[in-house]
Nanobody, 126 residues
Framework: QAQLVESGGGLVQAGGSLRLSCAPS????????MGWFRQAPGKEREFVSA????????YYADSVKGRFTISRDNAKNTMYLQMNSLKPEETAVYYC???????????????????WGQGTQVTVSS
């Protein structure tokens, strides 16, 4: 069964940076859309960013535009999320997800994604 494994989370001070990685196992997702979501304690899971299989299209939540950068290396079957200028309110569990197909605003919706990782904790201290 396909699995998504996130890594790179941790504790960082406000204004700091982290890079998350997502590496699927059990199959390749080179033609799928891959995305990141996050869920803070007591809040709903929310969209962060997504990228098409070619990397030609990227999507970002307004709250992270200009600070986060999503990328993927299909040769390594890995997706990344570079997070800069992190804020305490961005403390959350970050999840990697894969959608068989989505486009435009559909890629922002949780229901568009078919596979999910277990999540990696990101804690931003003030």
């Amino acid at each position: 069964q396909a699995q998504l494994v996130e890594s790179g989370g941790g504790l960082v001070q406000a204004g700091g940076s982290l890079r998350l990685s997502c590496a699927p196992s059990g199959r390749t997702f080179t033609t799928y859309v891959m995305g990141w979501f996050r869920q803070a304690p007591g809040k709903e899971r929310e969209f962060v960013s997504a990228i098409t299989w070619s990397g030609g299209w990227t999507y970002y939540a307004d709250s992270v535009k200009g600070r986060f950068t999503i990328s993927r290396d299909n040769a390594k079957n890995t997706m990344y999320l570079q997070m800069n200028s992190l804020k305490p309110e961005e403390t959350a569990v970050y999840y990697c997800a894969v959608a068989r197909t989505c486009s435009g605003y559909g890629c922002y919706r949780i229901t568009s994604y078919d596979y999910w990782g277990q999540g990696t904790q990101v804690t931003v201290s003030s």
